[in-house]
């Protein structure tokens, strides 16, 4: 091994500048910055001159009942996604995994949500949930059923919301999976199979359990990507929130408070309480999973 | 793997150096601008700049209106040697403002953009926007009384804020009601004048042909917005801009909300919802009337032909005449130097000149904002050729503009959102109302705290 010298941590910082400069400029000032921001309680924002720091924007969000929508709202698009979105994607992903027709051609279709833009992806699901002239009434009227309001339906928002999502997501989760699989050492199977282990035996006691590190991190990468969701909705439901609010999440609150309503202080407060939230939830995982992955 | 790295630093570099320039040009144009400065409170607004100046324009025109407003701004580069205007698409209305907001805090705002009257309010507030008012009065070319009375009173009144202008009027539109001729002569209904003919036509014409479904009538998804108008025409008052009191919730708001919202739940009227604008089922024939922006009227056009045969009204009257004139205006911000101003104020003329405002209003369906504009024989001759762009006009009487106090901008948002609530069938119409005057009045004694 070499040893530290100056000039070799120069060189190396030296490497490293414009990539640190960037992370700081766009990332860590952001950060302190925005904490600053979510304690001003009168302040000028364009000449930035704070009159009075305090805690009335945390104060304000605990009693808005807005906020609390937003937040409610939130979770169950979480609940709504992850789950299915982490047992659909497995279930493709040990499908492509196995040996059948086609394989390389299903691996990129799977793909190609995830790889295509938000807005164009949401163009073509507003034509897809549309009432009148959309695919999913269509069908569902070939079976006698009365068309559903997908789109503006205050019921039907938030479904709608959560099949774009799990569709766009599976993608990604897909590929992440199929590398998990694809660690998974072969000898255990034959094993398995000498032993006379039955498909869903050898499913559930060698490959779930051997794939837990990448469920594990595909959890916490869902978890965390589907409560900073904002692009689907505001291209899905035409720079709305929903019908009548309805698919209002933290992020479309705090995008909202910021850039309609210039209440910069509450928008700050609010990316915290999101910050907040998540760093508990995250906490929580890896206590779980520290227990339940079996490396 | 090094050349990477190598690439790297040189971008790095590159982006330094480059950094380096503009802080030193930003530093010697603040050097150049001090003196000025300084001159500006004893002279007034200068003009004709000596040397070239570039202003740019923001704007959130597309389709036909950005082509009419980019051959307006041709014309005017072409006469004015020393003056280039620049016009620079920023998209819909609600990306203007953001990107508006974004730019006053990086010290980046452009000479010019369109601005509604609640966002110069608010500019008014952060100081941001320059003050019109000397550049009117120069006695060189300013404008005289003549020609500012000849600006239409509605528009120049929604322009001043203590007798003082900071914006000119340049897109005003109105809500009309566009309606479908074919589908209104079959079922035999004359076009409707008054609430109750509204409400019954709407009803008639809600039915089913070959397997489609018709709807009678049409609101914007924004219908919450116009609210102020229903609640008008039901002759009731909905703010005390004095005051600061809203006073929406009153027997008159009911009966305007509950008006809207009984032909929503009866199934005779719907709105856009995911259609985004009126314009595309109603070009379709899915709707048979739907009331609207007259800017629409050139979407419309494009979109209903060989589909549809229409044609536009007034806005059916309630108990009293009451239409709101909307859309935005040009307005300057203050950073610029007094050069970008002058020059901008030049445009700001040629813009809203008797030739151009016809120009505009011809190609967009916008409202001329001249009388000698609304009353040449070019216009007459227009408006008789294509009648559909003669009705706004007609609703000058009982014109008025949105309340303009600090806050208006929420006051209108909190509104808009209580009314979805109504018309989605999640409130009441009492209970909307109750909540839209509370979130309103919030609203109002925030800004105003």
């Not at chain 1, 302190?32 to 001159?49: A, M, P, Q, T």
């Not at chain 1, 255990?188 to 594990?216: E, V, W």
């Not at chain 2, 005779?268 to 595309?280: C, F, N, V, W």
């Not at chain 2, 109504?422 to 979130?439: F, R």
Request: charged residues 20%; hydrophobic residues 45%.
């Amino acid at each position: 091994m070499e040893r530290t010298t100056w000039r070799a941590s120069i060189q190396a910082y030296l490497y490293l500048l414009p990539a640190l400069v960037i992370i700081v400029l766009f990332t860590i000032y952001p950060i302190i910055k925005s904490l600053l921001i979510s304690f001003y309680d009168d302040y000028d924002y364009f000449n930035d001159i704070v009159y009075a720091r305090g805690f009335a924007s945390y104060q304000y969000l605990w009693n808005d009942p807005t906020f609390h929508k937003a937040l409610w709202n939130t979770f169950v698009f979480v609940i709504g996604v992850v789950p299915a979105s982490i047992a659909l994607s497995m279930f493709i992903a040990v499908l492509l995994n196995s040996n059948i027709r086609l394989r390389s051609f299903f691996r990129t279709a799977y793909f190609i949500p995830f790889v295509t833009s938000v807005v164009a992806v949401s163009i073509v699901w507003r034509w897809i949930f549309h009432t009148e002239y959309g695919l999913f009434n269509y069908v569902l009227g070939l079976f006698g059923a009365d068309p559903v309001a997908w789109l503006t339906d205050p019921k039907w928002a938030m479904p709608s919301l959560i099949i774009l999502s799990i569709w766009k997501g599976l993608g990604y989760n897909i590929i992440i999976f199929l590398a998990g699989l694809q660690n998974i050492n072969e000898q255990y199977n034959l094993a398995a199979r000498m032993d006379g282990a039955g498909k869903a035996k050898r499913f559930f006691h060698i490959t779930l359990p051997l794939l837990s590190p990448t469920t594990f991190f595909v959890s916490i990468v869902s978890i965390i990507g589907s409560f900073k969701v904002f692009d689907e909705i505001y291209a899905l439901f035409g720079g709305q929130p929903g019908p009548a609010s309805s698919a209002l999440t933290v992020v479309y609150y705090i995008f909202e408070k910021f850039y309609s309503e210039w209440e910069f202080g509450i928008a700050s407060a609010a990316a915290y309480c999101l910050f907040i939230i998540i760093f508990i939830l995250t906490l929580i995982q890896l206590y779980i999973g520290k227990r339940k992955v079996t490396y | 793997m090094k050349k990477l790295t190598v690439l790297l630093t040189l971008m790095f570099l590159l982006l330094l150096v480059a950094c380096n320039t503009t802080s030193d040009t930003a530093k010697e144009t603040s050097k150049n601008a001090s003196p000025v400065e300084t001159t500006k409170e004893k002279e007034t607004a200068k003009t004709e700049p000596a040397e070239p100046v570039e202003i740019e324009f923001w704007h959130a025109m597309n389709g036909d209106h950005e082509k009419a407003l980019a051959k307006i701004t041709d014309d005017f580069n072409a006469q004015n040697d020393n003056i280039t205007v620049k016009l620079v698409n920023q998209g819909g209305y609600g990306d203007l403002s953001q990107k508006l907001m974004a730019s006053a805090k990086a010290k980046t705002l452009p000479t010019l953009s369109q601005a509604y009257e609640d966002w110069v309010t608010e500019y008014i507030q952060n100081d941001l926007v320059a003050d019109l008012t000397p550049y009117v009065e120069n006695a060189e070319t300013g404008m005289t009384d003549d020609d500012l009375n000849d600006i239409v009173d509605v528009f120049r009144e929604a322009n001043m804020w203590d007798g003082k202008f900071y914006s000119m009027p340049f897109n005003k539109s109105t809500r009309v009601l566009f309606y479908n001729k074919g589908l209104l002569e079959e079922a035999g209904v004359a076009v409707p004048t008054n609430w109750d003919e509204l409400k019954s036509a709407a009803d008639k014409l809600t039915t089913t042909k070959d397997g489609k479904n018709i709807v009678g009538m049409g609101f914007e998804n924004g219908v919450g917005m116009e609210l102020i108008m229903w609640v008008k025409q039901a002759g009731g008052d909905f703010i005390d801009e004095k005051n600061r009191k809203v006073l929406f919730n009153s027997p008159e708001g009911v009966e305007a909300l509950s008006f809207i919202n009984s032909m929503i739940q009866d199934g005779t009227a719907r709105l856009a919802g995911e259609d985004g604008y009126m314009s595309g089922p109603f070009t379709r024939g899915d709707v048979a009337m739907y009331i609207g922006s007259n800017a629409g009227i050139a979407f419309v056009a494009n979109d209903a032909e060989g589909n549809i045969e229409w044609t536009t009204a007034p806005v059916p009257d309630g108990k009293k005449k009451a239409s709101a004139f909307m859309g935005t205006n040009v307005t300057m911000f203050n950073t610029a130097t007094d050069e970008e101003k002058a020059a901008a104020w030049e445009y700001m003329k040629f813009l809203i000149s008797k030739e151009n405002t016809t120009y505009w209003a011809m190609n967009t369906g916008y409202l001329p904002v001249r009388y000698s504009a609304l009353e040449s024989e070019d216009w007459k001759k227009f408006i008789q050729e294509n009648p559909e762009y003669g009705v706004a006009q007609e609703q000058f009487d009982g014109g008025f503009y949105d309340p303009r106090v600090v806050g208006a901008y929420g006051v209108k948002n909190a509104i808009n959102k209580e009314v979805e609530f109504v018309l989605l069938g999640q409130k009441s119409v009492e209970q909307g109302l109750e909540d839209a005057e509370k979130a309103a009045q919030a609203e109002l004694d925030k800004a105003n705290r």
